[in-house]
C-alpha cells in the first residue's frame, strides 16, 4: 500500500510536552496541522514556578483545541519532587539536563500507556542551554522512543511569527515566573558520562514511578 506524506502523519499519536512558553504549543499546532493526534503533558514546576506558568498552559491548549477543533487529552505531572532530589543530590551546573532527561523518561511512559508513537518537543537548536547540540544528545539517550522537534532549525524571532499568526504569542508571554530552581552556571556541554555518574545518586526509577503515580488530568 502506498501512503502520502499527510496520511502517514494523521496516522501518528504524538505526546506533547507543553509548557506556558512560546515554543512548545508552536510546536504543537504545527503537528496538528499536519493532522497529527495529540495528548498533552504538562510538567508542574511549582513552587519553582507560579500559577500562571499553569495558567498560562491551561489557556495555550485550550486556544488550540479551538483552533484546530479537536480535543487534546492533556496531563499534568507534578515535578517538585525530581528538582529536589536534583538540587539535593546531584551537581548544579547539570540540573537542567538531568531535569529535562527526568521529563523525557515519564513521558515515555505515558506515550506507552496511551499508545503513542513519539514524543513532541518545542526544542530549538541553541536557544537555551538544554537545547545546545551536545545537551540534546544527551538528553535523548535517556529513552528509546523517537522524539520529534519540529522547530529545531528556527530562530526565535521566526517561531515568535508562527505564534503570532496563530494566536498563542499574546498567551505565551501573560506574566508568569520562570523556574527558579535554574542553576546560575548551567552546563551546555554535558558528557553523557557525567550525566549517567550523577543519576546514580538518585533513585530514578523511584522518581518516574512518583511521578506517575501523583499525574492528573487537566
Known amino acids: 500500500m502506498l501512503y502520502t506524506r499527510n496520511t502517514l ?14 515554543d512548545s504549543p508552536v510546536a504543537t499546532h504545527v503537528m496538528l496541522e499536519r493532522g497529527a493526534e495529540v495528548v498533552a503533558v504538562h510538567f ?7 500559577d ?9 491548549i ?14 499534568v505531572v507534578p515535578h517538585k519532587e525530581s528538582h529536589v532530589a536534583f538540587a539535593q543530590y546531584c551537581k548544579s551546573n547539570l ?9 523525557l523518561r515519564v513521558s515515555e511512559r505515558i506515550a506507552e500507556m496511551e499508545g503513542a508513537d513519539a514524543l513532541l ?7 537555551v542551554a538544554s537545547q545546545t547540540l551536545r545537551n540534546i544528545r544527551s538528553e ?37 515566573m520562570c523556574c527558579s530552581i535554574v542553576p546560575r552556571k548551567p552546563s551546555t ?23 506517575l503515580g501523583g499525574m492528573y488530568i487537566l
Open 140 to 176: 535523548s539517550q535517556a529513552v528509546s522512543i523517537p522524539i520529534l522537534r519540529p522547530l529545531i532549525g528556527l530562530d526565535k524571532l521566526e517561531i515568535e511569527d508562527v505564534a503570532k499568526k496563530i494566536g498563542t504569542y499574546d498567551i505565551s508571554i501573560l506574566p508568569g
Open 121 to 127: 518537543t518545542g526544542e530549538s537548536l541553541g536557544q
Open 189 to 211: 556541554y554535558s558528557r553523557l558520562e557525567s550525566v549517567l555518574e550523577e543519576e546514580e545518586r538518585v533513585d530514578i526509577q523511584e522518581m518516574v514511578r512518583e511521578a
Open 62 to 75: 485550550g486556544h488550540l483545541q479551538k483552533k484546530h477543533n479537536v480535543k487534546i487529552k492533556t496531563l
Open 44 to 50: 508542574d514546576n511549582r513552587p519553582f514556578t507560579d
Open 95 to 103: 540540573h537542567c539536563v538531568l531535569c529535562r532527561r527526568m521529563m
Open 9 to 22: 502523519v494523521q496516522a501518528m499519536k504524538l505526546v506533547s510536552l507543553i509548557s506556558g512558553g512560546i
Open 52 to 60: 500562571g506558568q499553569f495558567d498560562k498552559t491551561r489557556a495555550l
